[in-house]
């Protein structure tokens, strides 16, 4: 096989032919840096650089091999082809293989004889990994050259504005540092609250598409308050475009969802797609309640955010940026201040306790009444005057307010999750009988006389 040009330098073809047929290696917008491959994962989450091995399993040829990472493959019978084939019955420039997000894309370059996959003529399709393909006398097999990649934890506690120390984070931030320089589409999976649209603008902003816009669409939202599908299809422009619960779209917008991923493996398109979903959608297309063939175009990378109840160690370091974020400056937390924190259940996730935190340190004055509608909200928070919103507390002050909040959060909960029984909460806080009662007659909640 020929060496690929590096990016951004002109191919030249001795024979008007290839350019005629559209072969354009060098600048292709899918195509990523040289011998890099396609990035994607494997079922068990695991880092691979795609590869195809394209072997000739019958005809003149029979056992030759070529090897696909990047870029395109030619085959035909010119010597300029990267697979020479001495089959007659071959084009010149008779076929054009490239990798993409959704398999392996196989073009006919106007061949008088044809491709075939089985007694099918192809023109242009996109095929999975071990389909045969045929042309004039010559049969090729698409076989798997993929090459695991290591990923060690990051050392880095942030990706963005994203945080986290545990494990689990820093795995996903290794992820994200491998997968946010190439253009493969990402798919963001976890439950709501776990961050993962700001992970979206993070991957867009370590991206080649970082000086570009970043559109976006919302399957929650209405139909009449977001974008349609055929509108960001015909965009000429380069852009990230974040696909927001893709779980949540219809059947019919997973048709168009579709067309618009091909429109971005055929080269038409100039965008990075980034997905978020709270289900596994693999699964769902396994099971026929999401449409099986986007699958490979969406998942192509998946990484699942986990969600806070698995990461409780990175609730410190949470709390002490939100407050940073909220009072301007660094709050003298001990260590201990976090105990109650760490015992709670968030279904909320980070979002939730981002909401705690703003709820312990609200000023006196109510909030701004927003509007409902989402997009309304967003351009009343933008116009609410400054001397509306609420103004944060000293930075001692508010260190003192949240421990207190602390507390009394976890003394509701408890309470609440075992029916006001004392014994039961006293087993749950450590305390005896009449702490307990103090307690609970401390923070308004229903006890016993004693």
């Keep these: 096989m020929k060496v690929i040009p590096q990016e951004g330098t002109e191919l030249l073809d001795p024979d008007p032919q290839v350019k005629a047929a559209g072969r354009v290696r060098a600048t292709n917008p899918l195509r990523f840096a040289p011998l890099t491959g396609i990035l994607m994962t494997d079922a068990s989450g695991g880092l691979l650089v795609r590869r195809v091995r394209v072997r000739v399993t019958s005809g003149p040829d029979r056992g030759r091999e070529a090897l696909l990472e990047a870029g395109t ?16 019955q071959v084009g010149k420039y008779h076929l054009e293989i490239a990798l993409v997000a959704g398999g392996i894309r196989v073009r006919d370059l106007g061949s008088d004889s044809g491709t075939f996959v089985g007694s099918v003529k192809v023109q242009q399709s996109v095929l999975p990994m071990g389909t045969e393909v045929s042309l004039g006398r010559s049969t090729l097999q698409l076989l798997s050259g993929d090459i695991p990649v290591p990923v060690t934890p990051s050392e880095r506690t942030s990706f963005g504005p994203v945080l986290g120390q545990s494990l689990s984070m820093r795995t996903v931030f290794a992820l994200l540092e491998r997968v946010a320089p190439s253009d493969a589409p990402v798919l963001l999976e976890g439950e709501s609250g776990t961050g993962r649209s700001l992970i979206a603008r993070a991957v867009h902003a370590s991206s080649r598409f970082a000086a570009s816009p970043m559109a976006s669409i919302d399957f929650r939202l209405p139909s009449h ?126 979002r939730e306790l981002r909401q705690l935190l703003g709820k312990a340190l609200q000023v006196d004055a109510p909030p701004l009444q927003l509007p409902k509608s989402g997009l309304a909200r967003a351009r009343a928070a933008l116009v609410m005057p400054l001397n509306a919103r609420p103004k944060p507390p000293p930075p001692a002050v508010a260190r003192d307010r949240l421990v207190e909040f602390f507390e009394r959060d976890h003394v509701e909960q408890t309470h609440k999750r075992l029916n006001g029984n004392i014994a039961e909460i006293g087993r749950a806080l450590g305390l005896p009988r009449r702490e307990v009662i103090k307690t609970l007659k401390r923070f308004s909640l229903a006890c016993p006389d004693r």
């Design 225 to 350: 308050e977001r974008p349609t599908l055929s509108s960001l299809a015909q965009r000429t422009d380069t852009f990230t475009l974040l696909v927001d619960r893709i779980d949540k779209a219809t059947p019919a917008e997973q048709t168009a969802l579709l067309a618009l991923y091909e429109r971005r493996e055929e080269g038409v398109l100039d965008a990075r797609i980034i997905a978020t979903s709270n289900i596994d959608i693999r699964r769902e297309g396994a099971e026929g309640r999401f449409r099986k063939e986007l699958v490979p175009h969406a998942a192509a990378v998946r990484i699942v955010v986990p969600p806070l109840r698995a990461r409780a160690e990175d609730i410190p370091l949470l709390v002490r940026q939100f407050a940073r974020e909220v009072c301007g400056a660094e709050l003298d937390f001990e260590n201990h201040d976090f105990d109650r924190l760490l015992a709670r259940d968030y279904p909320g996730n980070v």
């Design 73 to 88: 493959l030619l085959v035909g019978t010119h010597s300029d082809n990267d697979l020479i084939l001495r089959d007659p």
